[in-house]
């Protein structure tokens, strides 16, 4: 028998070209530089965040001082919605001349209550939120060092494709960033990468550009995950299927398939 939980398709942090004039109000913009901190862990929650430009990297500093990236952020996504508080992760700048929108929380909370756009907005940047820890949590599932930096792949091509280009992307992060977000060793990183293109799945033009040539190719090495980039509506959009197996099943069993949709 089989179980399908599709998660609707949202693209992170687009805002409704009527919603914005009401935000532009009340918001205010800073540039960062790489490696600069946006707010720290433990922080107050006193503003939400929009990136405008550039990419940032949320993540946790562990109890030995250690860095756990746990998600990145690009152009128009919302961040730093959390419970009134302190913060529990950090968000640092990840490439030059980054832009960041600042919004009081208790200012866009006061419009959200009087303009459903509003609130529709922060939900949708909750919604997205979500739906990028789901697929990290499912790529770092897949056993293999090989299986994560494709599916990987296919989620960049998701969250940063362009229409002009949509088989190539541009790492704004270091692959240091990479090797974080994805549980493994830099040189691992590198070394499936080249792997990829001495394959002719991909090609590398210098260290931080990567054009997707066999598509087919990068969704059979994710392994267990079967992931999809397809082009709808002029944006990509990336699936995720998991075949879930009960433990007391016999190998090469079916199961559940849940399937998650990032855009």
């Known amino acids: ?20 004039p009401a935000l532009e109000a009340i ?35 562990t109890s030995a001082g250690s860095r756990r990236i746990i998600d990145f952020l690009f152009p128009q996504d919302m961040f730093g919605i959390d419970e009134e508080g302190r913060r529990r992760f950090a968000a640092e700048v990840v490439a030059d001349g980054t832009t960041i929108a600042r919004y009081p929380r208790r200012e866009i909370e006061r419009l959200a209550d009087s303009d459903p756009l509003i609130a529709r907005q ?36 998701a969250r940063l494709g362009d229409d002009r280009h949509p088989r190539e992307i541009i790492f704004p992060m270091s692959r240091y960033d990479v090797a974080d977000y994805l549980g493994m060793a830099v040189e691992t990183v590198s070394r499936v990468l080249t792997q990829l293109r001495l394959e002719g799945i991909i090609r590398l033009n210098g260290l931080r550009t990567v054009r997707i040539c066999d598509w087919e190719a990068l969704e059979s090495n994710c392994g267990t995950a079967t992931t999809r980039v397809a082009r709808r509506r002029g ?19 079916g199961g559940a398939r849940c399937t998650y949709r990032l855009s």
Not at 235 to 253: I, Y
């Open 1 to 20: 028998m089989e179980a399908s939980s599709m998660c609707p398709v949202i693209r992170a942090g687009r805002l409704n070209p009527l919603a914005r």
């Open 27 to 61: 918001e205010s913009v800073a540039r960062y530089e790489k490696g600069q901190t946006i707010y720290r862990s433990s922080d107050p929650s006193e503003f939400w965040y929009r990136v405008l430009s550039g990419a940032a990297r949320k993540c946790a500093i």
């Open 122 to 157: 922060i939900r949708e940047a909750a919604f997205t939120s979500i739906h990028h820890l789901e697929a990290r949590m499912i790529m770092l599932s897949l056993g293999r060092a090989r299986e994560r930096v494709c599916a990987f792949l296919l989620e960049l091509t």
């Open 235 to 253: 944006r990509a959009a990336l699936t995720v299927v998991v075949m879930h197996r009960k433990l007391d099943a016999p190998a090469g069993a």
